[in-house]
């Protein structure tokens, strides 16, 4: 038999260890070192010693004598072993201890030798090994009571395996009730494993073990090979439904497709992602956003411990539209059917109480600082580092404005700016100060004032913003004086204002406004709004508003003002400007229709983001089930002054899109001839992932929709890169075929679905009054019958009713296209007689 590796050591209590008391030791003694991979004690062998050996019971509780000069066998882990001594002068009581001492003093005259026997015989290491030898009663005589009352006291009602016998066993359940029994497991030391490889022994016609030779070499050849996967996952226990799962497959010759491989299982060997597809993301890192505790959770979770939760709760949901706060920065889903209405307050607004400032802070603060930071990663990834380290090393750092976040958006901001001040500068203490430079902040309210500036230093408050639209820009005749220097920023940021104007007109004189607080020599405004159809028609409404009054394309440099008092039409020229993102061109957004707002829109420009619920969000909100949101945003984001499209040579139209089509997956990053990323096509919708191909929704750099194919014959990396897309990245290795997507934008007059069905209502009220008058006397008796046997589904003029269906009646659908093609004949006749009347 194969011993193994080396001695196993017990992780769990054993029965001896844990019995064995602290006693002083005898004189002149001194520790037994064995060596590792001996024979297990527990096989009962026999050994091969030149010196004889003396026969002594492990077990002191019995009485034994321990003459010198009788040879027997050492047997371990065995209590009521008796010895051959004892066997023939049973009445003889000699005391354990002094067999002990005898024992010890023969140890130390012949060290040597009781070191090879105990290394032969598979002996505890020297400490324990004496330690063992020492009796657990203390001397005292062995009675079953003695024994079982010792080892309650020792381990109360968790006794290790092997501690009592049968006798014992009943005796202690009749005492103290029965115990539990704990098995010990062993493991393997890996320090002995090294010293002394595994030793193969047989035993002999005389009973003894004696070892054998082996070739290890020869039996670890047939071992396999060990493959290390780091990427590996627990392996999974069987369950009854999967085990009947893999039954009902292997029978059907089939195979199992786990959730788990849901992205299809790229071989090991397939590449990394390229690295214009790392360049190409839109998420952060990670991609669940965690506020941070010490800026954002931390100050605001203070500022509420002051006030009920309660009744931070009943504000923020009487504010909010109710249970959810659906009218807050969440976006509750389509089939909800809510209104979709703008958030009620609003950083600018004057008058806000204690608990509705609360309520700003605890409801809003969350969504608006998640959204806002996603954007300024994706702002920060298309400008590049060289911006944003030029912003923080300019003089005064970078000037910011946060126009309606109530601070959330200046928040988000620097976090932007410690990570890459970190980056900059490695060995930055921490603690020290950074950078951030001059934040403004919009606090119409003294109660949200105090509130953003406890977690804001260094930090500008305005109660409202300058208007720059309604004032000179150069002396008059009737104000000769200079005009007063105006503020100037190098970022804007405006979450969540846009809907809070009623009329169109207002919103783009907002925007112009903001325009207007822009640094001219290459500032950043960034719009935000909610991700439902609403929210992105005054998004797209202010994107169109800026291309066509502010920023120069190529083509499109000026524009007509048509509000010159003189009649007459002056061309006013634009100014440098470029959209940063979510668009890769300057011409009509596809999914806008400019002529205004429409009803039933199903297809908007859109993205998200996901955060986790802050405690005090979790408890306004009510939830238990789950403690992320995914916030849901359109946004936009613009640069004033500096066109990076001439800077860079961008190319955008739809040369850029038939290039991307072709893609770019022979390109390294190295390469100088890799496009700008800003020549892309963008995933507008989550990407398609289905067996053997992925489908994109693109919206490509010539103002197109367009729906976008990669197989697995297409290529392995643009394949594998396709499967680790997500909605929002930008899109460079190409497609096998591209088609045009269909878009559902509503209804262009207005009309949404309970118009239409109420004037298809009022249609049919019209032609059931006509035919109670008489209108349809002189039509044709035989066309009359036919037409009221048809089953009218969405007649709007026919006026006939529905033939009675008889209970649990099916219809066939052929029968219903053939009636619906019956009606439509019976209506055209029908309206031909009435027009001849």
Same mark, same amino acid.
């Given at each position: 038999m194969l011993s193994g590796p080396s001695t196993a050591r017990a992780t769990g209590p054993h029965a001896r260890h844990l019995l064995r008391p602290s006693v002083s030791r005898a004189s002149g003694w001194r520790p037994i070192s064995r060596a590792a991979g001996s024979i297990s004690p527990q096989r009962n062998q026999s050994n091969t010693a030149q010196n004889s050996i003396s026969t002594i019971s492990i077990r002191p509780r019995y009485s034994a004598s321990l003459p010198s000069n009788t040879t027997s066998t050492w047997i371990t882990g065995q209590r009521q072993s008796s010895t051959a001594a004892a066997a023939s002068n049973p009445t003889t009581d000699t005391d354990p201890i002094e067999a002990i001492?005898?024992?010890?003093?023969?140890?130390?005259?012949?060290?040597?030798?009781?070191?090879?026997?105990?290394?032969e015989l598979e002996m505890m290491e020297g400490d324990e090994a004496m330690e063992e030898l020492v009796d657990p009663l203390d001397g005292q005589e062995y009675t079953p009571e003695a024994w079982v009352e010792m080892v309650r006291r020792q381990f109360g009602d968790a006794i290790p395996d092997g501690v009592l016998n049968e006798e014992e066993l009943q005796l202690f359940t009749r005492l103290y009730g029965e115990p539990i029994i704990q098995e010990f497991v062993e493991e393997v030391s890996a320090e002995e494993d090294e010293k002394e490889p595994d030793r193969l022994f047989r035993e002999n016609k005389k009973g003894r073990w004696e070892e054998i030779e082996y070739d290890q070499d020869a039996e670890a050849e047939n071992d396999l090979p060990v493959v290390y996967d780091m990427e590996a996952g627990t392996e999974e226990v069987e369950t009854i439904a999967m085990r009947r799962t893999r039954e009902v497959a292997e029978q059907l010759g089939g195979e199992i497709m786990l959730e788990q491989f849901e992205n299809e299982a790229v071989p090991d060997s397939a590449p990394r992602a390229h690295a214009m597809t790392r360049g190409g993301k839109f998420t952060t890192n990670p991609s669940t956003i965690h506020?941070?505790?010490?800026?954002?959770?931390?100050?605001?979770?203070?500022?509420?411990?002051?006030?009920?939760?309660?009744?931070?709760?009943?504000?923020?949901?009487?504010?909010?539209?109710?249970p959810g706060l659906p009218h807050s920065t969440t976006t509750p889903p389509p089939r909800a059917q809510l209104p979709q209405l703008p958030i009620p307050l609003h950083a600018s607004q004057h008058h806000m109480g204690e608990m509705e400032a609360n309520a700003y802070i605890a409801a809003l603060y969350p969504g608006i600082y998640a959204s806002t930071l996603s954007v300024l990663v994706e702002v920060r990834k298309r400008m590049g580092t060289d911006w944003i380290r030029q912003l923080i090393t300019q003089e005064g750092g970078?000037?910011?404005?946060?126009?309606?976040?109530?601070?959330?958006?200046?928040?988000?901001?620097?976090?932007?700016?410690?990570?890459?001040?970190?980056?900059?500068?490695?060995?930055?203490?921490?603690?020290?100060?950074?950078?951030?430079?001059r934040s403004t902040v919009l606090t119409g309210s003294e109660t949200l004032r105090l509130r953003a500036s406890a977690m804001l230093d260094n930090t500008t408050f305005l109660p409202r913003l300058p208007d720059y639209i309604h004032v000179r820009e150069k002396p008059t005749l009737s104000d000769t004086r200079a005009v007063q220097k105006r503020k100037q920023y190098d970022i804007i940021i405006a979450p969540h204002t846009l809907l809070g104007f009623e009329e169109e007109y207002q919103r783009k004189e907002h925007v112009q406004n903001l325009w207007a607080l822009l640094n001219p020599n290459?500032?950043?405004?960034?719009?935000?709004?909610?991700?439902?159809?609403?929210?992105? =028609?005054?998004?797209?409404?202010?994107?169109?508003?800026?291309? $066509?009054?502010?920023?120069?394309?190529?083509?499109?440099?000026?524009?007509?003002?048509?509000?010159?008092?003189?009649?007459?039409?002056?061309?006013?020229?634009?100014?440098?400007?470029?959209?940063?993102?979510?668009?890769?061109?300057?011409?009509?957004?596809?999914?806008?229709?400019?002529?205004?707002?429409?009803?039933?829109?199903?297809?908007?420009?859109?993205?998200?983001?996901?955060?986790?619920?802050?405690?005090?969000?979790?408890?306004?909100?009510?939830?238990?089930?789950?403690?992320?949101?995914?916030? $849901?945003?359109?946004?936009?984001?613009?640069?004033?002054?500096?066109?990076?499209?001439q800077a860079?040579?961008?190319?955008?139209?739809?040369?850029?899109?038939?290039?991307?089509?072709?893609?770019?997956?022979?390109?390294?990053?190295?390469?100088?001839?890799?496009?700008?990323?800003?020549?892309?096509?963008?995933?507008?919708?989550?990407?398609?992932?289905?067996?053997?191909h992925v489908i994109f929704d693109l919206c490509t750099p010539a103002g197109k929709i367009e729906r976008w194919t990669v197989p697995r014959s297409f290529s392995r990396?643009?394949?594998?890169?396709?499967?680790k897309s997500n909605w929002g990245d930008l899109w460079a290795l190409g497609a096998k075929t591209r088609i045009p997507r269909k878009l559902n934008l509503?209804?262009?007059?207005?009309?949404?679905?309970?118009?239409?069905?109420?004037?298809?209502?009022?249609?049919?009220?019209?032609?059931?009054?006509?035919?109670?008058?008489?209108?349809?006397?002189?039509?044709?008796?035989?066309?009359?019958?036919?037409?009221? =046997?048809?089953?009218?589904?969405?007649?709007?003029?026919?006026?006939?009713?529905?033939?009675?269906?008889?209970?649990?009646?099916?219809?066939?659908?052929? $029968?219903?296209?053939?009636?619906?093609?019956?009606?439509?004949?019976?209506?055209?006749?029908?309206?031909?007689?009435?027009?001849?009347?």
């Open positions: 001492n005898v024992l010890i003093e023969r140890i130390n005259e012949n060290d040597d030798d009781m070191a090879k026997l105990m290394e506020l941070p505790k010490n800026t954002v959770t931390g100050p605001i979770s203070i500022i509420l411990s002051e006030f009920s939760n309660k009744h931070i709760a009943d504000t923020a949901r009487r504010l909010f539209g109710g970078p000037n910011v404005l946060d126009a309606s976040g109530g601070g959330a958006g200046i928040l988000a901001w620097r976090d932007i700016v410690r990570a890459e001040y970190e980056i900059m500068v490695p060995d930055h203490p921490e603690g020290a100060p950074i950078p951030y430079g290459g500032g950043v405004l960034i719009l935000l709004e909610k991700g439902r159809q609403k929210g992105f =028609e005054a998004i797209a409404g202010a994107r169109e508003m800026l291309l $066509k009054r502010h920023i120069a394309s190529p083509g499109s440099t000026e524009y007509d003002n048509t509000f010159d008092s003189s009649h007459e039409s002056t061309k006013i020229s634009k100014e440098p400007g470029m959209i940063i993102a979510p668009c890769t061109n300057h011409s009509t957004c596809p999914m806008h229709n400019p002529a205004g707002p429409t009803k039933g829109r199903r297809d908007y420009c859109h993205f998200e983001q996901r955060y986790i619920r802050p405690a005090f969000l979790q408890r306004i909100m009510g939830a238990k089930d789950r403690n992320h949101e995914d916030v $849901k945003f359109s946004y936009l984001a613009v640069q004033r002054g500096v066109d990076m499209r860079r040579g961008i190319r955008q139209g739809p040369e850029a899109t038939d290039a991307a089509f072709e893609g770019f997956e022979h390109l390294d990053e190295s390469d100088h001839s890799a496009p700008d990323p800003l020549s892309l096509p963008r995933a507008v919708y989550p990407p398609l992932k289905r067996r053997g990396q643009a394949y594998r890169d396709a499967r509503g209804d262009k007059h207005g009309e949404g679905k309970k118009e239409r069905l109420a004037r298809r209502a009022a249609a049919k009220a019209e032609s059931r009054e006509a035919d109670e008058e008489g209108a349809y006397d002189e039509l044709d008796p035989e066309e009359d019958e036919a037409a009221d =046997e048809i089953i009218d589904d969405e007649g709007d003029r026919s006026g006939l009713r529905n033939p009675a269906r008889k209970r649990g009646q099916n219809i066939p659908s052929w $029968k219903k296209h053939a009636d619906k093609k019956k009606l439509r004949q019976a209506v055209k006749r029908r309206d031909a007689a009435v027009d001849a009347l």
